[in-house]
């Protein structure tokens, strides 16, 4: 890694925006040795205490980035503190609790890697540091881009210091990623449209620490989140994450519209609400956001493309954000690399758009907008003044029918770059299998060797025989061979978990989604559906 000086330098992918998703981009380019430049206009990480919830995804993508243990390691609650929450009705000082979380083990099979609870701001670091690394990865920090051009041989990117909007300096790229988040320049330059639900409503971020609200959730046990559902909060949330194992947390919830910084009884006095007692707070932060939703019309326009919050914004809800940006780049990097390698296309790249959008929309409307109308629902329809026992069983029902971490699984079927699955629709819900399906995450199994499918994957395609004929292995290197795709072949047999797969071929993408089995389509097929 090495920092850009003043030279008009050409490279291979410009990223703007250097937060967690822009230096995931980098990695995952960087490793494949695509030249790459940066573009932060800081330096420094920040040390608000968001996007903590890393799924089992996310987790197999440090593996593949090499720097898993690190971020295993650097968390901030002890190891084996459960993740789960709890979900209470009015204040957390009620008889109406129901804890969640617990379903999120039924995932683990299904997933090379367990899901783990990290600050954003130490995610990055980990990030930062595996750049550091990588030796075809530059990096200009303390510089916005004022403007972004392109045409038919390649993209041109001008950048100022913050303190000399006047100064300017142009890079050269084959792509530009912008990863510059809600307020993308990237994206506004484009001219592409947001859409969204918008609610209208001002919520606050706090960070705080608490002995008197640590003690209060001992109750529960041990948690890590807390979402007290208010009847007057219209669906908007008031929500605890712990940032520590004691004492340390973040809150977020509705407040006036007028409220500011200033006002720290307001933002105080809300949060006493919703916890149901009186304690006092230390506060390190307190910030404001807008309750809404904006997911762009499209993620790619010629050689531009925008992920993370420049594609796609939301409210904090079920930890989606950051691992949607971070499986955004998993899907792009790839197929940038593919296409500078010479063996991807155009199909290939409008793929990004058609693979990634339908994920973040659903996600947007479908789950986070959706649960909000649930709960503003529930309050409406449902009371304690109706009577504690038929409240009681409302409140159960609705409690346990809302965690349904099984329903969703972000999958492809139905991209044109996946074959076998023409019939099925890109999104984010279906239910999670062993068995190997097109368009889907590939479950891990035990190989004979002893090691995870998942340690044998390369980082092109991987063509997984268990007890498939060598005739029909040789037919798919053969299309591999003549359009150029790097491909990996692993052989066993079908045995030891292996059969649960339901093909004896299964090629696999290099983000680890299944591009096609011969349980679902020819081998003939391959020719023209997956490269």
Same mark, same amino acid.
């Given at each position: 890694?090495?920092?850009?000086?003043?030279?008009?330098?050409?490279?291979? =992918?410009?990223?703007?925006?250097?937060?967690?998703?822009?230096? @995931?981009?980098?990695?995952?380019?960087?490793?494949?040795?695509?030249?790459?430049?940066?573009?932060?206009?800081?330096?420094?990480?920040?040390?608000?205490?968001?996007?903590?919830?890393?799924?089992?995804?996310?987790?197999?993508?440090?593996?593949?980035?090499?720097?898993?243990?690190?971020?295993?390691?650097?968390?901030?609650?002890?190891?084996?503190?459960?993740?789960?929450?709890?979900?209470?009705?009015?204040?957390?000082?009620?008889?109406?609790?129901?804890?969640?979380? @617990?379903?999120?083990?039924?995932?683990?099979?299904?997933?090379?890697?367990? /899901?783990?609870?990290?600050?954003?701001?130490?995610?990055? @670091?980990?990030?930062?540091?595996?750049?550091?690394?990588?030796?075809?990865?530059?990096?200009?920090?303390?510089?916005?881009?004022?403007?972004?051009?392109?045409?038919?041989?390649?993209?041109?990117?001008?950048?100022?210091?913050?303190?000399?909007?006047?100064?300017?300096?142009?890079?050269?790229?084959?792509?530009?990623?912008?990863?510059?988040?809600?307020?993308?320049?990237?994206?506004?330059?484009?001219?592409?449209?947001?859409?969204?639900?918008?609610?209208?409503?001002?919520?606050?971020?706090?960070?705080?620490?608490?002995?008197?609200?640590?003690?209060?959730?001992?109750?529960?046990?041990?948690?890590?989140?807390?979402?007290?559902?208010?009847?007057?909060?219209?669906?908007?949330?008031?929500?605890?994450?712990?940032?520590? @194992?004691?004492?340390?947390?973040?809150?977020?919830?509705?407040?006036?519209?007028?409220?500011?910084?200033?006002?720290?009884?307001?933002?105080?006095?809300?949060?006493?609400?919703?916890?149901?007692?009186?304690?006092?707070?230390?506060?390190?932060?307190?910030?404001?956001?807008?309750?809404?939703?904006?997911?762009?019309?499209?993620?790619?326009?010629?050689?531009?493309?925008?992920?993370?919050?420049?594609?796609?914004?939301?409210?904090?809800?079920?930890?989606?954000?950051?691992?949607?940006?971070?499986?955004?780049?998993?899907?792009?990097?790839?197929?940038?690399?593919?296409?500078?390698?010479?063996?991807?296309?155009?199909?290939?790249?409008?793929?990004?758009?058609?693979?990634?959008?339908?994920?973040?929309?659903?996600?947007?409307?479908?789950?986070?907008?959706?649960?909000?109308?649930?709960?503003?629902?529930?309050?409406?329809?449902?009371?304690?003044?109706?009577?504690?026992?038929?409240?009681?069983?409302?409140?159960?029902?609705?409690?346990?029918?809302?965690?349904?971490?099984?329903?969703?699984?972000?999958?492809?079927?139905?991209?044109?770059?996946?074959?076998?699955?023409?019939?099925?629709? =890109?999104?984010?819900?279906?239910?999670?299998?062993?068995?190997?399906?097109?368009?889907?995450?590939?479950?891990?199994?035990?190989?004979?060797?002893?090691? /995870?499918?998942?340690?044998?994957?390369?980082?092109?395609?991987?063509?997984?025989?268990?007890?498939?004929?060598?005739?029909?292995?040789?037919?798919?290197?053969?299309?591999?061979?003549?359009?150029?795709?790097?491909?990996?072949?692993?052989?066993?047999?079908?045995?030891?978990?292996?059969?649960?797969?339901?093909?004896?071929?299964?090629?696999?993408?290099?983000?680890?989604?299944?591009?096609?089995?011969?349980?679902?389509?020819?081998?003939?097929?391959?020719?023209?559906?997956?490269?």
């Amino acid at each position: 890694m090495k920092e850009v000086g003043n030279a008009v330098q050409r490279f291979q =992918v410009i990223i703007v925006g250097g937060g967690p998703v822009g230096m @995931a981009l980098a990695v995952d380019l960087g490793q494949r040795d695509v030249s790459v430049a940066v573009i932060e206009r800081g330096r420094d990480v920040g040390l608000l205490p968001k996007g903590q919830g890393l799924t089992h995804r996310t987790l197999e993508h440090f593996y593949y980035w090499g720097c898993l243990e690190e971020l295993r390691n650097i968390r901030l609650l002890p190891d084996g503190y459960p993740i789960g929450g709890v979900l209470a009705y009015g204040s957390l000082n009620t008889d109406f609790w129901h804890p969640y979380g @617990a379903a999120r083990d039924q995932l683990h099979r299904f997933y090379f890697q367990k /899901n783990d609870r990290v600050p954003q701001y130490l995610t990055e @670091a980990v990030l930062r540091r595996r750049v550091a690394e990588l030796a075809s990865v530059s990096l200009l920090y303390e510089h916005t881009v004022t403007a972004v051009s392109q045409d038919d041989n390649g993209t041109r990117v001008q950048i100022s210091p913050p303190d000399d909007p006047h100064h300017s300096t142009y890079l050269e790229a084959d792509f530009v990623v912008g990863c510059d988040g809600a307020a993308s320049t990237v994206l506004a330059g484009l001219g592409v449209d947001r859409s969204g639900t918008d609610f209208d409503t001002r919520m606050v971020l706090a960070v705080f620490d608490s002995e008197g609200f640590h003690s209060h959730t001992a109750r529960f046990g041990e948690r890590t989140t807390f979402h007290a559902v208010s009847p007057q909060a219209n669906g908007a949330w008031h929500f605890w994450g712990r940032v520590e @194992a004691e004492n340390s947390f973040f809150f977020h919830a509705p407040v006036p519209h007028q409220t500011s910084r200033m006002d720290v009884d307001v933002v105080h006095q809300t949060m006493e609400r919703a916890a149901g007692v009186s304690f006092e707070a230390r506060y390190r932060h307190i910030g404001f956001w807008s309750l809404r939703t904006a997911v762009a019309e499209t993620y790619r326009q010629g050689r531009v493309f925008v992920a993370g919050d420049a594609a796609h914004s939301h409210p904090p809800y079920g930890g989606f954000g950051l691992n949607t940006g971070l499986e955004d780049v998993t899907n792009l990097g790839w197929k940038l690399s593919a296409w500078l390698e010479g063996w991807g296309g155009e199909k290939l790249l409008d793929s990004y758009t058609l693979e990634r959008r339908p994920v973040a929309f659903s996600t947007c409307e479908d789950v986070i907008v959706g649960s909000m109308r649930e709960e503003r629902q529930f309050c409406d329809e449902h009371s304690p003044k109706m009577g504690t026992a038929a409240f009681d069983v409302a409140w159960r029902r609705w409690a346990e029918e809302s965690q349904r971490p099984l329903a969703l699984e972000p999958h492809y079927a139905g991209s044109p770059i996946v074959c076998g699955s023409e019939d099925c629709q =890109v999104g984010l819900s279906a239910t999670h299998s062993m068995a190997a399906r097109a368009g889907h995450h590939l479950a891990p199994q035990a190989l004979s060797n002893g090691r /995870n499918v998942f340690e044998e994957l390369g980082s092109g395609f991987t063509l997984l025989s268990v007890d498939g004929s060598e005739t029909d292995i040789a037919e798919v290197e053969e299309i591999a061979r003549t359009r150029r795709v790097p491909l990996n072949v692993i052989r066993d047999s079908a045995r030891g978990g292996r059969e649960d797969y339901d093909s004896d071929l299964v090629l696999i993408r290099p983000d680890q989604f299944v591009a096609w089995t011969h349980a679902d389509a020819p081998i003939a097929d391959l020719a023209t559906a997956v490269w």
